[in-house]
């Protein structure tokens, strides 16, 4: 089993910054891609950012420029920098991530969530 526990959420004021956090620990043998998905009230959970294993990155649009996502392989961590924050970025994020096991079986796990609210 795979445990992700998700860090960096909070209350924010328009314009400012979070940093988001997940570390991944268990019966891990290698991952793939990790990433951070949303979802705001009423909404579909969509993609913010992903970064595969070998560098390779893609964003939300709307994130394109403020956001940006990097991992750390050696601590199986995953993190968010999230400037210019608008009302809009307002949502639980998830962190997401494909795992293959020792066992080489791969699975897909979630975060619990964390809330980000954009607020004056």
């Known amino acids: 089993q795979v445990r992700l526990v998700e860090s960096g959420g909070g209350l924010v004021q328009p314009g400012g910054s979070l940093r988001l956090s997940c570390a991944a620990s268990g019966s891990i043998f290698r991952i793939d891609t990790m990433g951070w998905y949303r979802q705001a009230p009423g909404k579909q959970r969509e993609l913010v950012a992903v970064?595969?294993?070998?560098?390779?990155?893609n964003y939300a649009d709307s994130v394109k420029g403020r956001f940006a996502i990097s991992r750390d392989s050696a601590k199986n961590t995953v993190h968010l920098q999230m400037n210019s924050l608008k009302p809009e970025d307002t949502a639980v994020y998830y962190c997401?991530?494909?795992?293959?096991?020792?066992?080489?079986?791969?699975?897909?796990?979630w975060g619990q969530g964390t809330q980000v609210t954009v607020s004056s």
């Open positions: 970064k595969s294993s070998g560098g390779n990155t």
């Open positions: 997401n991530v494909d795992v293959t096991s020792w066992q080489f079986t791969v699975r897909n796990y």
